[in-house]
């Protein structure tokens, strides 16, 4: 206070703009900021906001959650069964699915489409009617791919059939993390298509395709999946909804150990081919990638941290690293996007699919500077993109000097998206999404930009200013 | 080939070593799996290179090919290094060796300046914490957000080192308490909520009169009541150190006059200070006590006006009791200058009595009662004070103890005097001091009342306040001497000063011309306008 007094003073003024007029036409130094209510307009989170602010023993915390994400070596290690790599899978007849838990009654159709295509791949069921009959007689039950420290796109579908690709990191007592295979794009299992082709594709994949890809890293060995994501930075990708350079980069690798294996041709050219058709392939090691990074940065008491963003379908849920496997949810934000031929926004499903790990973790929308390509879906310019990532930094702890984007003179991408910054600078997390078709089975009809909703971080926060003040 | 030149290289720089007798090292340092394209890399040797002391340096992937030309360059072959990962090698003193590396890494995690490479992007300042980011030397936060949301900006503030001033009002007496104690903790300062005005380093803030720097120190926990001495300082050639406001509750109990006893201790502290001013509406005895009590202790003089209790008289050493607004700041100059007290009674001189005479004979036998019209609520308190040391007791919307509560808010009845800038008449409407038509209106609905004999009222300069607080007001009057047969008394006070933005003096001119009595202080214009309706019977 008497500081103040042998101080030029400076003042930031909330409210009244005239107010800071005054001040500088009275000779004095004020700036008028841009005030709107915190917490949009929640008056009691943006009380619990005001009492974390600028808190040691938050900083501290948010500092050790932070450096374990930074420290995160994900390295592809292995691929196994599902039911062999979450034996909760081979237990009971579970099914995994994206995002924060939902009930069946509740699910969007996309989601709903896939469990039963999942059913019949895992022959519960002879066909859609006595699938549908086994969920209703409460004979299948459901819980987030989260749960079990997996990650899925869209419907994120996994049951224990399916093949996992198994993410171990090194700082972080090896401790692993899964994802499902990208099946491509058109009628897929993610976007809730469950047609004989389908399943036929399924099969295949947790047969020959598995075989492969286990045989191709017993020869490659593991492979460290930082570096790929951060080339791919450099190449137009954001690891998210663009994996062209990313997928490109993994079969320089994957290609020659192949062909070193013992499988039969066909099967490797199979494989090989799947691989090429599909830009998308490395989207679900991307994900793998950013779950094991943040895996590690889950649980530190205190920390403000957000640890997981996903979808699943109809609402949004959060975890923070403090609040440890608590959801918070919200009802999803639209997508701002552009629609394939003959669809538009009333087709579209909500926002949906574990994916938004990839923006948790710093890529995604916001490395959307290193690929203006994905701006074009919003109508928008690549100074929009880089202003999406600049606009980042503004809710984040810090940068990963591990993915730099060229478009910022290679600042790191903004990264550890601190729930405070959000509710106090009202800027919400950017995500870039496929849009899926509200009904089961027709697949991608679009893609484009959303956010994560201002909610979640509200009651994130409250819950963490009761559980400190507890 | 290869072997031979790497043989040769280290032959030639073990003897260049032992040549130059200079302790040379080689230092090296892998980050695991941080990729970087090449040619930033090459950027970051160059630089390191140019490091006074490094022989040579090199920052590369560590793949097979790079690691082998190290080793060719010198630095060895017992790098350890996946390809993947980044390894920064210097060769040369050690010292330089350890900067280099030191630089490098800075290099590698900084965030870098992005300097010409498109449009500059600056986030729009939403919050305190971003407004730090930008401006790291604030350390005021003026809040004037809606009141719901004001405790959590307060308290955001404080939490960033902030001191605050809280103009917003509606905050509970539990986030008030809250704030202050968090204030406390931090030691920092905050003024309001409901603060309406302050000067702080000469710089006036909200609802503040242009003074001049001087030696007089100034808490209030009224915000006319400290623009009131503030101006009267400056009138009287005195000069303002620091002015806070403390907002209206901080001497309710529950809160206790934190505001005001850390205002006093840092004006205490302040070397610029020589006197100190603490105004205050009457605090509960307790609170009043500790106040005292505080006051006595500190070193310096202090004046002490709590409104309405000018009975009280100094038990202390170096406290002063003030009278009046007006006659607080008299005192603190008077102290300073080392003269003598101020009286403290208004003075009824020949001048006064002959203007009393006269204005009694312009009135009718119907015209008995005082009219007070205020925009400043502390005016208004001040002057039902006076009012009532000539027995008028009067109805107000803020009635003073011993006087009444309106029936009706918009209607006189007998004596009035009414702030217009309270709740009831400001809800969805700008407060008088902003907009003066509000009280132009009601000036005019109690001339054309038969029973007024005399409009008191205030005008409020400064910052903050009306830009042309003479525009409408002197239609009104224009409008009132030609509407009435017999014409009210018109007695005024213009609180401010020369310096201000609307210009007292000619205000004050102004207002002469137009038929009004202007008096220096609002206790002098309430003395005048009470003891002329007295003489009424």
Redesign the interface.
């Known amino acids: ?2 500081a ?2 042998s ?10 703009a ?3 007029d ?2 500088e ?4 130094h ?2 008028a ?6 917490a949009d ?1 929640d ?1 009691l989170g ?2 619990a ?3 974390l ?3 040691p023993e938050i900083e501290l915390a948010n500092q050790t959650a932070m450096n374990h994400y930074l420290a995160a ?1 994900p390295t592809l290690v292995d691929v196994m069964m599902a039911g062999e790599a979450i034996p909760a899978l081979a237990e009971q007849q579970l099914i995994l699915h994206a995002g924060p838990p939902i009930a069946w009654q509740d699910m969007c159709g996309p989601v709903q489409g896939a469990i039963l295509g999942a059913i019949l791949f895992e022959k519960w069921a002879d066909d859609l009617t006595q699938a549908e009959a086994l969920v209703r007689n409460g004979e299948v039950t459901f819980e987030p791919c989260h749960h079990y420290d997996a990650v899925g796109p869209m419907a994120g579908i996994i049951s224990r059939s399916m093949p996992l690709w198994v993410v171990e990191n090194s700082t972080n007592n090896n401790e692993r993390v899964y994802s499902n295979f990208n099946e491509g794009l058109g009628k897929v299992l993610r976007f809730g298509a469950n047609s004989d082709e389908v399943i036929k594709r399924l099969n295949w994949m947790g047969t020959e395709l598995a075989q492969a890809m286990k045989a191709m890293l017993l020869e490659s060995g593991p492979i ?1 999946l ?2 790929i994501m ?2 791919a930075l ?1 190449m137009g990708d954001e690891v998210h909804n663009r994996n062209a350079a990313a997928t490109g980069l993994l079969l320089k690798q994957l290609v020659p150990a192949l062909l070193k294996t013992s499988l039969p041709q066909a099967q490797v050219q199979q494989a090989i081919s799947f691989v090429m058709a599909n830009d998308h392939f490395f989207l679900n090691l991307s994900m793998a990638a950013c779950k094991s990074m943040l895996k590690a940065a889950e649980n530190v008491p205190n920390s403000t941290m957000v640890t997981v963003m996903a979808r699943n379908g109809v609402n949004f849920g959060i975890r923070l690293s403090g609040t440890g496997n608590t959801w918070f949810q919200a009802p999803a934000n639209p997508v701002n996007g552009l629609f394939f031929p003959g669809y538009g926004v009333e087709d579209a499903a909500a926002d949906l699919g574990d994916s938004a790990i990839t923006e948790t973790a710093g890529v995604g929308g916001f490395a959307m500077a290193s690929s203006p390509a994905i701006v074009k879906f919003v109508g928008g310019t690549p ?1 929009d993109a ?2 999406n990532s ?2 980042m ?2 809710i984040t702890l810090g ?1 990963n ?2 993915f ?1 984007l ?7 991408t903004a990264a550890g998206i601190d729930a405070r ?1 959000v509710v ?4 919400l997390p950017i995500i870039n999404t496929g849009i899926a078709h509200k009904k089961a089975g027709v697949g991608q009809i679009g893609a484009g930009i959303t956010t994560a909703p201002m909610q979640c971080f509200v009651d994130a926060l409250s819950a963490l200013s009761t559980q400190i003040n507890r | 080939m290869q072997v031979s030149c790497t043989a040769l290289l280290n032959y030639y720089l073990a003897n260049k070593l032992k040549l130059t007798g200079i302790y040379m090292v080689i230092k090296y340092k892998a980050f695991e799996n941080l990729y970087q394209d090449s040619v930033s890399l090459m950027q970051i040797s160059a630089r390191l290179n140019k490091i006074v002391g490094v022989d040579e340096a090199s920052v590369v992937m560590g793949t097979e090919a790079n690691l082998s030309r190290m080793a060719d360059a010198g630095f060895g072959d017992n790098i350890v290094a996946k390809p993947n990962d980044l390894v920064i090698a210097v060769k040369g003193e050690e010292e330089a060796c350890n900067t280099a590396i030191e630089q490098a890494q800075q290099a590698l995690t900084a965030k870098p300046d992005e300097g010409s490479g498109g449009a500059s992007f600056s986030p729009p300042l939403t919050s305190f914490a971003l407004g730090l980011e930008q401006h790291a030397d604030a350390n005021l936060a003026l809040i004037s957000v809606p009141g719901e949301y004001a405790a959590a900006e307060a308290i955001k503030a404080l939490n960033l080192g902030l001191n605050v001033m809280m103009f917003s009002d509606n905050v509970s007496l539990a986030d008030e308490l809250q704030i202050k104690q968090l204030a406390q903790k931090k030691a920092l300062m905050v003024m309001g909520p409901d603060c309406g005005t302050a000067i702080i380093n000469g710089i006036p803030l909200g609802f503040a009169n242009v003074v001049r720097r001087g030696a007089i120190g100034v808490v209030a926990a009224s915000g006319t009541g400290l623009q009131e001495a503030t101006c009267r300082i400056h009138q009287l050639g005195g000069g303002v150190s620091q002015a806070m406001g403390t907002g209206g509750h901080d001497l309710h109990q529950d809160i206790g006059g934190i505001s005001m006893l850390q205002g006093l201790l840092a004006l205490a502290e302040d070397d610029a200070t020589k006197v100190i001013v603490l105004i205050s509406k009457p605090p509960a005895a307790a609170i009043a006590e500790r106040i005292l009590a505080t006051a006595a202790q500190v070193d310096k003089p202090v004046v002490v006006h709590f409104l309405g209790q000018a009975d009280s008289q100094a038990t202390a050493t170096g406290v002063y009791f003030a009278h009046s607004l007006a006659h607080s700041a008299e005192v603190a100059v008077a102290v300073l200058r080392n003269q003598a007290l101020p009286n403290a009674q208004f003075i009824l001189s020949a001048q006064v009595q002959e203007q009393v005479t006269t204005l009694k004979t312009q009135l009718t036998p119907t015209q008995r009662y005082i009219r007070g019209v205020f925009a400043g609520g502390t005016f208004c308190f001040e002057a039902q004070i006076i009012a009532s040391q000539y027995g008028l007791s009067a109805f107000s919307n803020t009635p003073i103890q011993g006087n009444h509560c309106l029936e009706d808010v918009w209607t006189s009845q007998q004596h009035t005097i009414v702030d217009l800038g309270d709740d009831d008449f400001t809800q969805g409407r700008p407060h008088p001091m902003i907009d003066p038509s509000l009280r132009n209106q009601r000036m005019l609905q109690d001339a054309r009342d038969a029973s007024t004999a005399v409009i008191l009222f205030d005008v409020v300069l400064g910052y903050g306040a009306s830009e042309e607080p003479l525009a409408e007001l002197l239609d009104t009057l224009d409008q009132i001497r030609n509407e009435q047969v017999s014409m009210p008394a018109l007695i005024a006070h213009v609180c401010g000063t020369d310096l201000d933005p609307q210009a007292r003096d000619v205000i004050r001119q102004a207002l002469e011309d137009a038929g009004v009595i202007i008096a220096d202080s609002n206790a002098d214009a309430a003395h005048l306008a009470a003891y002329f309706v007295s003489q009424l019977g």
């Open positions: 206070m008497k103040l007094f101080q030029q003073l400076t003042v930031l003024n909330a409210g009244l005239s107010f800071a005054n001040i036409r009275a000779g004095g004020a700036i900021m841009n005030w709107q209510p915190p307009g008056r943006g009380l906001l005001a009492q602010l600028n808190q070596q460290e930082k570096p951060a080339q450099h100074a880089t202003n600049r606009a930094q503004g940068g000097p591990a730099t060229p478009a910022l003179n290679f600042a790191p910054k106090d600078n009202l800027v």
